[in-house]
C-alpha cells in the first residue's frame, strides 16, 4: 500500500462534499508530478484529505478506489484522475503551519513541492501525522 496527500480546496470540494457523495473523481490535475502521482495510486492505497487555501490543513483520510482511470475533464485524454472514497474524517485536523514546524515532517512533498496538487506521503510521514491528528488506533 502506498500513501498520498490530495490538496483540494474546500469552498470548491471539500471533505463534507466528499462525504455526501459517497465517491468522488480526483481530476482536473495539470501538474505533470502531481498526474504521475495519479497514475502511480493502485485500488486500496490510502491519501490524506488536504484542504487547501482556507485552513490549510489535513482534514481526513481517503481510500483509492478506482485507478488508472482518464481525466474526464480532458478532451484529450493526456491527464490521469483516480476515485476516491471517505474512509475518515481525522480527530484533530493537522494544519500545515504544524506539518511545516515539525522537523519529522521537513522532507514532505508537500512542504518541499508545495504547490504540488497531488503529493507521496511515506509511511513514516503518514504514521507520524496519524499521530498528530490523535487517530493512533488506525496506523499502519
Do not use: C
Not at 84 to 109: N, W
Amino acid at each position: 500500500m502506498a500513501y498520498w496527500l490530495l490538496k483540494s480546496e474546500p469552498d470548491a470540494y471539500g471533505w463534507a462534499d466528499l462525504v455526501r457523495e459517497g465517491e468522488g473523481t480526483w481530476d482536473g490535475v495539470r501538474n505533470h508530478r502531481a498526474a504521475n502521482n495519479l497514475r502511480a495510486m493502485q485500488v486500496g492505497d490510502e491519501a490524506f484529505f488536504y484542504h487547501s487555501n482556507i485552513g490549510k490543513e489535513i482534514v481526513g483520510v481517503v481510500r483509492i478506489s478506482v485507478a488508472g482511470i482518464a481525466d474526464p475533464t480532458d478532451p484529450e485524454g493526456k491527464w490521469a484522475a483516480v476515485k476516491v472514497k471517505p474512509v475518515r474524517k481525522l480527530p484533530r485536523a493537522v494544519p500545515l503551519s504544524r506539518i511545516k514546524a515539525d522537523p519529522r515532517l521537513a522532507e514532505m512533498e508537500v512542504v518541499k513541492l508545495s504547490r504540488l496538487s497531488v503529493a507521496f506521503v511515506t509511511a513514516e510521514e503518514w504514521n507520524y501525522i496519524l499521530q498528530l491528528a490523535g487517530d493512533t488506533a488506525n496506523r499502519r
